[in-house]
């Protein structure tokens, strides 16, 4: 991802273009803001009736004298303070109306742009290649959808809509101020351009520093997913107090982070605070003398103070909105970085729809590189016919996984072709070429959910009947019968609630529902014990019938049944047989079985 910062107004467009589906809702909230704005121009309206006209005698204003209800007289005293002490509830119970309705308003709308936003970055994250996310890990792009996504609710609801509010209060106390005493008004806004300096170079030190403190906090999070994950690792090897340490180094540079954007916004904000005070103290001096020679009464003083208030008010909410629009904007860049991500692996314009494929793939000539100068295949070619099992052997880093990845689309090649039943696989449909396959991995990959719904997670339109002859192929269904819960029994965070012969045995039903052409097994029995492995194997020879066949794996127990075996060797395919030669070697290159049947 790139690290350059995009220009403040490029990321604002592209946050407004994001609010497009909202914009009904976004201008509901603005009108409902500026209502804000005359009641807050009523607000000193009370406190001057009770000096000038309750306390000083003075008759009510002749543009007031309309608006009093017909069975009040206008020259009591009594009444007159009925009056401000009307107004006074009056306006208190207006004002919170308006805010609560803006903060419903702001609430839902707020809530459901930023929905579809991490909607839109979670489809993305989806579509990135296994290359992507193999070189920048989940736990990144996790903060960026989760938390970065969260910026555009921000100017939506909470940025933009203020601001229009404060810069319609501006304009209007501006212009009840210049109504009243038009030197006094300008003296007021006097502070305006040395304000606007202060927060056009704050706003970029503290947008610098939120990108740090982003990153930092991603970081931190990275360790605690990873320890979290991992915690039977970490327990086996007492590394607990050494975790422990790395999550605190890791999460005091967040801190210092922190500081440092806080640091700023206080320097700003005390900065902004003595402008305000040197305008305010001019205008109350100006204000003050011309009281004395008589040109303001002592009501309109007080009124004048109270809208220099509201005027600052304003003045101040602009420039601490803009200071706190870095972080969102800082947010929003790392958001649309995940965004602009290029999705690798796509359809090709005119791409083929496939329903059913036979099975058969050829390779030719197919490299691979994650980066260049470092090929994981160079040259590596192959015809696998349809319904032949193949068995895929080699060392650590050889390239077997690299070499599934692109059988099934994860990656593409960066060199040579890989074909089924005669096609490109990058001229097939992604979501058809992907139904071709089932998979079935070394650590099942199981969710959150019941047995059942894991067993049907790749047709979820299968019937309970359909489920339960799927798990009776897989031998899977004794054992779950004897659960309380039977098919609706939970299986915990990654399957954990079960055994790992049982979670192996769901993944191999799982496959079987979905009844796929081709299918892929990695290291299928490594990790269960060899009663198990029996029983599991009996289940992959059922599954394996019809079907083409690719198995990764260094028992020969479970390559045995295999047509044909391959090795991955210097970046290409070379044809193995079972013969007493060379001994079949594990990940440590250690001979796994006695010499009488083994791998050449």
């Not at 690299?402 to 689309?409: E, G």
Request: hydrophobic share 50%.
């Amino acid at each position: 991802m790139s690290t350059a910062t995009p220009p403040t107004a490029q990321t604002l467009r592209r946050l407004i273009a994001h609010l497009r589906p909202w914009r009904g809702w976004v201008v509901l909230i603005v009108i409902v803001d500026l209502l804000a704005v005359p009641l807050a121009l009523l607000a000193p309206l009370p406190l001057k009736i009770a000096v000038d006209n309750v306390i000083g005698g003075q008759p009510l204003p002749a543009w007031l004298q309309p608006w009093v209800p017909g069975w009040m007289p206008v020259d009591g005293l009594g009444s007159m303070l009925a009056l401000a002490v009307g107004l006074v509830i009056l306006l208190a119970v207006v004002s919170q109306a308006q805010r609560g309705g803006a903060w419903i308003l702001q609430t839902w709308t707020g809530e459901r742009v930023v929905l579809g936003f991490r909607a839109e970055l979670f489809r993305r994250t989806q579509r990135l290649s296994m290359t992507y996310h193999d070189q920048r890990g989940i736990a990144d792009s996790l903060y960026r959808i989760q938390y970065d996504a969260s910026a555009v609710q921000w100017v939506a609801v909470y940025g933009l809509a203020p601001l229009l509010t404060a810069v319609g209060m501006l304009v209007g106390i501006f212009a009840v101020m210049w109504s009243m005493d038009a030197a006094l008004a300008v003296v007021a806004m006097a502070v305006a351009p040395p304000l606007w300096i202060l927060t056009v170079a704050f706003g970029r030190t503290v947008r610098a520093r939120w990108h740090r403190q982003k990153e930092l906090e991603s970081a931190t999070s990275s360790v605690l997913q990873e320890v979290l994950a991992g915690l039977r690792v970490v327990k086996a090897f007492g590394a607990e107090e050494r975790e422990e340490l790395r999550y605190l180094d890791r999460a005091g540079h967040e801190v210092h982070a922190n500081l440092s954007v806080v640091r700023a916004q206080v320097v700003f904000y005390t900065c902004t605070a003595l402008v305000l005070a040197a305008g305010g103290a001019a205008a109350l001096w100006i204000a003050a003398r011309q009281v004395q020679a008589g040109q303001l009464t002592l009501g309109q003083l007080t009124m004048v103070m109270a809208y220099l208030t509201q005027l600052y008010a304003p003045l101040e909410s602009l420039t601490h909105k803009y200071t706190e629009l870095q972080s969102s904007l800082a947010g929003a860049e790392r958001a649309f970085a995940l965004l602009d991500e290029q999705v690798d692996v796509k359809d090709r314009p005119g791409a083929l729809p496939l329903a059913h494929a036979r099975g058969e793939i050829e390779l030719r000539d197919v490299h691979y590189a994650y980066k260049p100068g470092s090929s994981v295949l160079a040259g590596a070619s192959a015809h696998i016919p349809a319904g032949t099992r193949v068995g895929i052997v080699g060392r650590t880093g050889a390239g077997k996984t690299t070499l599934v990845n692109l059988i099934t689309r994860f990656q593409d090649p960066t060199g040579g072709t890989l074909l089924l039943d005669g096609h490109d696989l990058r001229d097939i449909k992604l979501d058809d070429l992907r139904r071709q396959f089932a998979i079935v991995l070394q650590e099942p990959v199981l969710f959150s959910t019941s047995i059942g719904e894991n067993i049907a997670y790749g047709r979820p339109d299968a019937t309970p009947a359909q489920i339960e002859a799927a798990a009776q192929a897989a031998d899977a269904h004794d054992f779950i019968a004897a659960m309380p819960e039977g098919y609706a029994t939970p299986v915990g965070e990654r399957g954990m609630m079960l055994s790992g012969g049982q979670r192996q045995r769901i993944a191999l039903a799982r496959a079987f529902l979905k009844d796929a052409p081709i299918l892929i097994m990695d290291e299928p029995t490594s990790s269960v014990d060899l009663k198990t492995e029996a029983s599991i194997i009996q289940a992959m020879e059922r599954l394996m019938a019809g079907r083409t066949t690719f198995i990764v794996a260094h028992r020969l127990a479970t390559l045995a049944h295999c047509d044909v075996v391959y090795a991955v060797e210097n970046g290409r395919l070379t044809r193995a047989s079972l013969e007493a030669s060379e001994p079949l070697l594990d990940n440590r290159g250690l001979a796994l079985e006695a010499p009488e049947a083994q791998l050449s």
